[in-house]
């Protein structure tokens, strides 16, 4: 704000993986990748939502699609991306028509020769773009496809 005036959008794109089961995962890992993968959104997102309401702006949450169906031995991690789909969901209710709250859930994120073309970059440029000022409250997948 103090740099440019305005703020037309956020992108929450905050992660981290943690490994392990109930079973085997720490209070302190459990915290650490609450803090990570979705307190980090909350936090942004409350400190922007004003400045967002003022330009009609967008919030586009980064999630996983661990978000959407859980990875095996990813207990926090999964329960993390999966708090963010509902957090998107909340936020676009609860902001609408003003700002418009959307997320985007990829699946590979390392730009490597094997998952080059399925990262998510365009998916967000849409949706922050005028062609996306109708779409609010939405989980994508941006996967390429893969599951």
Known sequence: MAD???????VNNAGAPSLGTV????PEEWRGALAINLDALFHTSRASIRHLRDTRGSVINVGSMAALH???GMVAYSTAKGAVANLTRAMAMDHAPEVRV????PGFTLDTGFTAGLTPDSVVAFLTSAEGHWINGKILRANGGMV
Not at 23 to 26: D, G, I, K, N, R
Not at 102 to 105: I, Q, S
């Open 70 to 72: 859980a990875d095996y």
């Open 23 to 26: 079973e085997t995962v720490t």
């Open 4 to 10: 440019l005036g305005r703020l037309d959008v956020l």
């Open 102 to 105: 959307n997320a985007v859930h």
